[in-house]
């Protein structure tokens, strides 16, 4: 049976095993699939030139340059190795493996070449599906080979980063053509359009794992990759955060404890109306906060226990595995659950302050003279531009004042557990600076406490 080499002993595109278990067979599959996409792409090209068609704006950026130089220091080499094949006496050597060598340095430099001639939509795409199965197939054929032999020739490993390359620079034509649609689809609504309706659904129909992972922004923030936003592309507000819902809900709440209270017993009717209407929010907020905490003090240990795994004479791949990913969860968990605390703790002050606002408008609205005598304006103004914005910032305050205070005591906890009476030395540093801030913050408090007596 004609053969040509293997792995080893030379390339070829004529195996001695013809099954798809075959190094080989594998690696003819490859090449033939690049030959493939290489001969449809200067085909397409070849079209658009002749269709005269425009050529696409492409952004020459450092990204494009890198790889670009990649491909063609790869066909370099692909070329250099064929043609001192071709030179070579060793018949061994010389079995047509140059022409294999020429034909990949073909690919490589054709790969150059498409990273910075994209003459239509469809030359984009294919040259995108081309770099994505291109990389796919050689990762594939690459990790088969590291998990049979545990060795790897350097002209199959060193193309392989430069394929991974490829592969970004096809998730970023994806990325573009998908916000190109959504352009002109935005282009192609009448101007008359509910338009808040369309605003509305990114955050008010997000499913839950957009939810979860704030997927529903990626739409605003794609169209301000592409262009500068105008106050028409920011999204309106969902129904449940505007001003009027959120004061309906408080003077709901307000009227069901007047009724249920005495006349006669009307103190602190406000704070407890707000938490009537909001505390179910703040509870979630003290989850996500309480979560982020708890993430935050268990990841040191977690890397304490991997530097004692690394340390160890032992290696248990179970036990190495399980560290690595109990860390990545607790990264996740700390990194999801610090972001709703921010964004709900935000969202719920604004829903406060909100209704804050316009209870205190309304109630403007319906002073008697007495009561306009007795309440001047620069009161009701500091009622709404002060007194409903620190209850705005009270969530947020709240929690990251519970939440700090715990981190503290658990990280000086798990300090002494793994230094022992050691941490003292280091606690104390930083409780005289405790009791020096004593003073400076008394005074600022009382600069900021004449400050609002002046402007009433």
């Not at 696409?56 to 094949?85: H, Q, T």
């Not at 053509?177 to 609504?189: G, K, P, Y």
């Not at 316009?358 to 109630?363: D, I, L, S």
């Amino acid at each position: 049976m004609i053969s040509l080499g293997s792995s080893v002993g030379g390339f070829s595109w004529i195996c001695e095993e013809l099954y798809l278990g075959s190094y080989c067979l594998q690696r003819t599959i490859v090449d033939s699939v690049n030959l493939f996409f290489l001969c449809a792409f200067y085909l397409f090209l070849l079209i658009a030139i002749i269709g005269k068609c425009s050529t696409r704006s492409i952004r020459k950026d450092w990204v494009l340059v890198v790889v670009s130089l990649c491909c063609a220091l790869s066909s370099i080499a692909y070329f250099s190795v064929g043609l001192w094949n071709l030179m070579a006496k060793n018949d061994e050597l010389n079995h047509m493996s140059w022409l294999v060598f020429f034909v990949r340095g073909l690919v490589w430099i054709s790969f150059t070449v498409s990273l910075h001639v994209q003459r239509s939509k469809w030359i984009s795409n294919l040259n995108s599906f081309w770099w994505a199965s291109s990389f796919i197939f050689i990762s594939v054929l690459n990790v088969q080979i590291l998990l049979k032999t545990h060795s790897i020739e350097i002209l199959d490993m060193l193309p392989w980063p430069i394929n991974f390359l490829l592969f970004l620079c096809a998730l970023r034509n994806l990325i573009h053509f998908v916000s190109q649609h959504n352009i002109d689809n935005n282009l192609n609504e009448p101007l008359l359009a509910k338009k808040a309706e369309k605003c509305q659904k990114e955050l008010g129909q997000a499913s839950f794992l957009g939810k979860l992972t704030f997927s529903w922004i990626n739409s605003l923030l794609s169209l301000g990759y592409s262009k500068r936003l105008a106050l028409e592309d920011i999204p309106s507000l969902v129904p449940e955060d505007e001003a009027k819902f959120a004061y309906q809900k408080f003077a709901h709440a307000w009227d069901s404890l007047l009724r249920e209270t005495n006349s006669n017993n009307t103190r602190n009717l406000v704070l407890r109306a707000i938490a009537k209407v909001y505390l179910k929010e703040n509870i979630f907020i003290g989850i996500c906060a309480f979560l982020r905490t708890i993430a935050v003090v268990v990841s040191p240990l977690i890397l304490y226990a991997f530097v004692n795994y690394a340390n160890g004479n032992e290696r248990n791949l179970d036990e190495g595995l399980s560290i690595v990913g109990c860390l990545v969860v607790t990264k996740l968990v700390e990194s999801l659950s610090q972001r709703h605390w921010f964004f709900d703790s935000r969202r719920s002050g604004m829903r406060m302050r909100s209704a804050l606002m316009v209870a205190v408008y309304q109630k403007q609205l319906k002073l008697s003279s007495l009561g306009r005598r007795r309440h001047s304006t620069g009161e009701v103004v500091n009622y709404i531009a002060v007194d409903a914005y620190r209850m705005g910032e009270f969530p947020w305050w709240f929690h990251s004042s519970w939440s700090f205070v715990l981190q503290l005591f658990l990280a000086i906890g798990i300090l002494f557990w793994v230094v022992g009476l050691g941490a003292l030395t280091g606690l104390v540093p930083l409780l005289i600076c405790g009791i020096l801030n004593v003073p400076f913050a008394n005074m600022l408090q009382k600069c900021q406490t004449q400050f609002m007596i002046a402007t009433r």
